[in-house]
């Protein structure tokens, strides 16, 4: 099993900043890549920012410039720094991972965090 552990939400004020993190742990192998996801309310789960192992990025059109993806490999960890926050901004984030874990030889998993609140005040 794999888990998935957000930290980091909060309100804040239009123009704040925040950092996000999320750790992976349980019997992981390798984490290929890891994302960070956020959902406002009644609006559906969308992709923020993506990182893979060799460090290469993605971002949604709506925080290019303002939000920087990065990862510890050695910490199984990924952060998602947010700056210039805006209410729009505002929803629960959730942390993904996919790599390959040890169950008896090397399985693919997938895990879900149980996302952290964002909540950027105008």
């Known amino acids: 099993q794999v888990q998935v552990v957000e930290s980091g939400g909060g309100l804040v004020q239009a123009g704040g900043s925040l950092r996000l993190s999320c750790v992976a742990s349980g019997t992981l192998f390798t984490i290929g890549r890891m994302a960070w996801y956020r959902q406002a309310p009644e609006k559906q789960r969308e992709l923020v920012a993506v990182?893979?192992?060799?460090?290469?990025?993605n971002y949604a059109d709506s925080v290019k410039g303002r939000f920087t993806i990065s990862r510890d490999n050695a910490k199984n960890t990924v952060y998602l720094q947010m700056n210039s926050l805006n209410p729009e901004d505002t929803g629960v984030y959730y942390c993904?991972?996919?790599?390959?874990?040890?169950?008896?030889?090397?399985?693919?998993?997938?895990?879900w965090g149980q996302g952290t609140q964002v909540s950027v005040s105008s």
């Open positions: 990182i893979i192992n060799s460090g290469s990025t």
């Open positions: 993904y991972a996919a790599g390959t874990r040890i169950s008896g030889g090397l399985v693919p998993f997938e895990s």
